[in-house]
């Protein structure tokens, strides 16, 4: 398995407060995305990282922030949280664009809730 | 604008039967397929993957069809097994993978 790691495992906090989640990873991968899960929509891109302060919005940015100062850490970050953002959020990795099969390998994700 | 689509939201097959999941695209552009499976509380992990210049790659008990004049995928499961009761999620993307599209999932239950 591909050592991704997310902290916290699960949050509960209030409209309106920042939150802040972590993937780690230590297989020293340039590619690091962060995906929503919803029922009835998949996986949906957040935001990715192609290398140490490289990011680049994806297909739900509004409302994230993510930065990444280290190639084995990329933070998500919602500056005001509101309910529409209670989700599971999954981390990925991949070692480089037109990888084999171009797999991402995902980490075990945050439940976040926000009431 | 949901560019990928798996509109069987749950399946059950029998213990030792065929499991055939559905998938549908819109982009042609779309240049790489993938199946990814997930078990409750754990994250995706990938199942098996085609390229567009081909039409089907098997992996053991695991076939991937693709027919990209219909834009459509599918994965077979043969035989299937009850610890392949998860969900099933395709995917799509174009050689730059940092735009994958996911289906909304299919959960396969298989029954002993």
């Known amino acids: 398995d591909a050592g991704i790691t997310q902290s916290p495992r699960h949050k509960v906090t209030e409209t309106g407060t920042p939150v802040t989640l972590r993937c780690h990873q230590t297989?020293?991968?340039?590619?690091m995305y962060w995906y929503r899960q919803d029922p009835g929509h998949g996986l949906r891109l957040i935001h990715y990282?192609?290398?140490?302060?490289?990011?680049d919005k994806g297909e739900v940015s509004d409302g994230y922030s993510v930065s990444r100062s280290k190639t084995e850490d990329f933070l998500l970050t919602l500056e005001s949280a509101t309910s529409s953002q209670t989700s599971v959020y999954f981390c990925?990795?991949?070692?480089?664009?037109?990888?084999?099969?171009?797999?991402?390998?995902f980490g075990p994700g945050t439940r976040l809730t926000v009431l | 604008d949901q560019q990928v689509k798996q509109n069987s939201p749950s399946l059950s097959v029998q213990e030792g039967r065929i499991s055939i999941l559905n998938c549908d695209y819109t982009?042609?552009?779309?240049?790489?397929f993938l199946w990814y499976k997930k078990y409750p509380a754990e994250g995706p992990t990938f199942l098996i993957s085609i390229s567009s210049i081909k039409d089907k790659n098997e992996d053991g008990r695991f076939t991937v069809f693709l027919n990209k004049s219909a834009k459509h995928l599918s994965l077979h499961i043969v035989p299937s097994q009850p610890g392949d009761s998860a969900v099933y999620f395709c995917?799509?993307?174009?050689?730059?993978?940092?735009?994958?599209?996911f289906g909304a999932g299919t959960r396969l239950t298989v029954k002993p």
């Open positions: 990925a990795i991949s070692p480089r664009q037109g990888y084999v099969g171009n797999e991402q390998f």
């Open positions: 297989e020293n991968h340039r590619y």
């Open positions: 995917a799509a993307s174009t050689r730059n993978n940092n735009d994958m599209r």
């Open positions: 982009n042609s552009m779309f240049d790489y």
């Open positions: 990282s192609y290398g140490v302060k490289d990011t």
